[in-house]
């Protein structure tokens, strides 16, 4: 059984109260103060700031349910929405489509996101009613984009990258089992099973890799995240006050704190009750550093 991460007790920052609080990224300006902590709320559409260096806070209504938001190498941001990829503007607040790869699908929206190291976006999809098998993981990169390939499962979540750039994460979430696919040249290859969530653990949502090349897993009525080294051994768990956590990033000075999301959506009346921080923002201390993120090329 994988101990408790020493160190690592989870306290609310920012208790909003998210639906479905999802896909947080650490975005560093030169500036310690313009340096912040991003995500989004999917089902009551928003975009999130927090800087952590003053605790300011900053909202951005999402004309679509949002998957995520990363930031790009020309300063401006990117927003996965239910319509597709859009260019996001925080200054006037305004969305406009770059790349819509699910156009023939209204029923699926994007979910999560990342980037590698060539600045491509790798992003996923799934199916909004949690049914039909037609999420898929595609790769955007300039004016391009292209199906990974991968099979379709009806939640994707993910996918993130190895420090190498070599192996590729990604998650069949209903059906608990974490995957690990090897990629060249933007390439999906070769695919093995990583690992699989036991019954009553909870389910894998959102992903991220630690500098020393271990995955952390937020687990979705699990009560907590998980840390995997790189073989797919369980090797730590940081528990949690909120039964759905989402995903965590890495920021702070020298990205050695973890913020992660969380969600009350799915939670009855009683449930909510027993857990007034369900949708807050945490943060913890993961006794690792993380990796930066890459800005998107797009």
């Known amino acids: 059984m994988a101990l408790t991460i020493p160190g690592a007790k989870p306290e609310a920052i920012w208790p909003l109260g998210a639906t479905l609080g999802e896909g947080p990224v650490w975005v560093a300006r030169e500036n310690a103060q313009d340096s912040a902590l991003w995500f989004v709320d999917i089902k009551a559409p928003a975009i999130h ?4 260096e003053t605790g300011a806070t900053a909202s951005w209504p999402a004309p679509a349910q ?5 930031p790009c190498a020309d300063g401006t941001m990117l927003a996965g929405l239910q319509s597709g990829v859009h260019r996001f503007d925080p200054a006037s607040g305004a969305f406009s489509l770059l790349a819509a790869p699910e156009a023939h699908l209204p029923g699926n929206r994007l979910n999560d996101a990342t980037v590698a190291a060539d600045g491509a976006v790798w992003l996923g999809s ?3 009613a949690e049914a ?6 595609y790769r955007l990169h300039g004016a391009g984009c292209a199906d990974s390939g991968l099979p379709p499962v009806s939640i994707t979540n993910g996918p993130a990258f190895s420090p190498d750039g070599t192996t590729l994460y990604h998650h069949d979430t209903l059906g608990r089992r974490i995957w690990a696919s090897t990629v060249a040249d933007g390439v999906v ?10 019954d009553g653990a909870g389910y894998p949502d959102g992903p991220v890799v630690d500098a020393e090349g271990c995955l952390w897993v937020g687990l979705f009525a699990g009560w907590g995240v998980r840390r995997y080294d790189p073989a797919g051994q369980l090797i730590g768990t940081v528990p949690f006050p909120v039964a759905n956590v989402t995903k965590i990033a890495f920021g702070g000075p020298g990205l050695r704190t973890a913020y992660a ?3 009350s959506k799915g939670l009855g009346a009683a449930e909510r009750a027993a857990q007034p921080l369900a949708g807050a923002l945490f943060a913890f201390d993961p006794g690792v550093a993380g990796l930066p993120c890459h800005l998107a090329q797009v």
Do not use: K, S, Y
Not at 66 to 70: I, K, M, S
Not at 189 to 198: D, K, S, V, W
């Open 189 to 198: 290859t070769e695919t093995r099973l990583f690992a699989q969530i036991e």
């Open 49 to 52: 700031r927090f800087v952590p």
């Open 132 to 137: 039909a098998d037609t999420g898929r993981i």
């Open 126 to 128: 799934m199916d909004d």
């Open 66 to 70: 949002v998957g995520w938001v990363l």
């Open 261 to 263: 999301t969380t969600a």
